[in-house]
């Protein structure tokens, strides 16, 4: 052997991936990122009281104590609408538990072609496309479009989520440039740089999930006319929750036409699971027949297609969810402010409280976990940038003023004993 190790020390040898692992996780550990789950059981009927288990005594029955959750994304609640659970059960009644297969392999049933031709009309697209998640939906469409045609170059938001970075990234031969965030002037310049010939296609989201920033697309839309580039939108924390029908912040500016491809989730606004895309018949029918991530997977349980379709049907009908919530998310800013305690003022539903450091972010949210039986998620690195770790909280529809107030109380205290003095400079954008 070149190296000199001969192959019975190599057989004796732990694999070095072992000592990788504990080395990149103390690294981790030692950065503060290291991250723990809190495992929280849902009462849904009580949402957002989660149950927290605590360690059972052994030989004891575990007991569990109550926890408000300020951190779902199940911003609507449409997880624990009763209408919704019900077309679950009666579908796996019905259907049985999964999907048993890919699509193509048995896996297709009407409950999957009418979740879609409801998301196309949500969109007012021709068609749609479900995935298993979110995530893959992203993934899957832009790896495949970018990978279709030589010469693509995609330019991308900095701050696009990781499943939008991962299909790029994965689309050998094609060129990424990024554009500076929500930046349009950037877009702009890089556009006109690029060769004019290029199939190009610009990657945004409209609501920004860790900052709460929204995009102006119809900026970025007259600018992709502009230079003759194609669109794609990632609607995932605005599907439900913006324009008349819930379609998202492209229903609600009236630009969801100019918009080449939307993606969205079923998991947050709609409470379910699963992903999808809507956009022309052609390009629909083209990623259905190309994508691998949507070709070689078992498809979504019929029962959760059955909970998604009945879900989106609500939320497309009733406007009163979308302003209770912002009733309550306006409600909850009032009273922060009131208190004095620092947060980020949003152009969205999304409220968060800057921290800027990785171990406190933990401590200041195990602290309101265990001294006030409130949970709101450390976000630190990799999900945000370091030094603007942050709280994230989503009041929703089912936070009551009592809720609120306790959560103001908590943070001001919390908040202050541990440095981050309510109002100081630094610690929050006026709100
Ligand atoms: C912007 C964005 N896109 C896509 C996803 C993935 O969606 P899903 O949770 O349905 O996989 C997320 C998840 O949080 C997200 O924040």
């Known amino acids: 052997m070149k190296t000199g190790v001969d192959w019975v020390t190599i057989r004796n040898a732990r694999h070095p991936f072992y000592d990788f692992c504990d080395e990149a996780l103390e690294d981790i550990r030692r950065q503060g990122r290291y991250r723990s789950f809190t495992p929280l059981a849902r009462q849904a009927p009580r949402y957002p009281v989660y149950e927290e288990e605590i360690d059972p005594v052994p030989g004891e029955t575990p007991e569990g104590r109550e926890v408000i959750v300020w951190s779902s994304n199940d911003y609507l609640g449409m997880g624990v609408e009763p209408e919704v659970c019900e077309a679950a059960i009666a579908a796996i009644r019905e259907h049985g538990a ?20 409801e998301l196309a009309a949500l969109h007012g697209k021709e068609a749609g496309l479900l995935f298993v998640s979110g995530y893959v939906s992203n993934q899957a469409s832009l790896q495949t479009i970018l990978t279709s045609m030589p010469g693509w170059i995609c330019f991308s938001d900095r701050c696009n989520h990781a499943s939008m970075i991962a299909g790029i990234k994965g689309a050998r031969g094609s060129t990424t440039v990024i554009f500076e965030h929500n930046d349009l002037a950037d877009l702009e310049a890089k556009l006109a740089a690029a060769p004019i010939d290029a199939p190009k296609l610009i990657a945004f989201e409209s609501v920004y999930s860790m900052d709460g920033d929204v995009s102006d697309i119809a900026g970025i839309c007259a600018l992709a006319r502009k230079y003759g580039a194609m669109t794609y939108l990632d609607e995932v924390h605005a599907v439900g929750l913006y324009g008349d029908e819930g379609g998202g912040v492209s229903q609600r500016d009236g630009v969801a036409d100019q918009v080449d491809i939307i993606e969205g989730t079923l998991a947050k606004g709609f409470g379910v699971h699963g992903g999808y895309i809507t956009a022309s018949a052609q390009i629909v029918d083209y990623l259905r027949s190309s994508a691998s991530g949507f070709i070689f997977t078992t498809s979504l349980p019929p029962s959760i297609a059955a909970a998604a379709l009945a879900s989106v049907k609500l ?19 009032r009273r922060m402010r009131a208190a004095g305690v620092p947060f980020m003022m949003t152009a969205s539903h999304i409220v968060p409280v800057p921290v800027g450091d990785a171990e406190l972010c933990k401590k ?10 409130l949970y709101a998620t450390p976000i630190n690195y990799p999900t945000v940038p370091k030094g603007t770790e942050r709280l994230r909280l989503t009041p929703g529809p089912y936070h009551t003023d009592e809720m609120m107030d306790q959560m103001v109380t908590a943070l001001l205290r919390l908040l202050t004993e541990e440095g981050l003095r309510p109002g100081a400079e630094g610690t929050a954008q006026a709100a």
Do not use: C
């Open 315 to 333: 939320v497309r009908a009733q406007n009163w969810r979308r302003e209770k919530m912002f009733e309550r998310v306006n409600e909850f800013r």
């Open 364 to 373: 200041i949210s195990r602290r309101l976990l265990d001294e006030y039986g």
């Open 98 to 117: 999964g999907a048993g297969g890919t699509r193509n392999i048995a896996g297709t049933s009407p409950l999957h072609k009418r979740l879609e031709a």
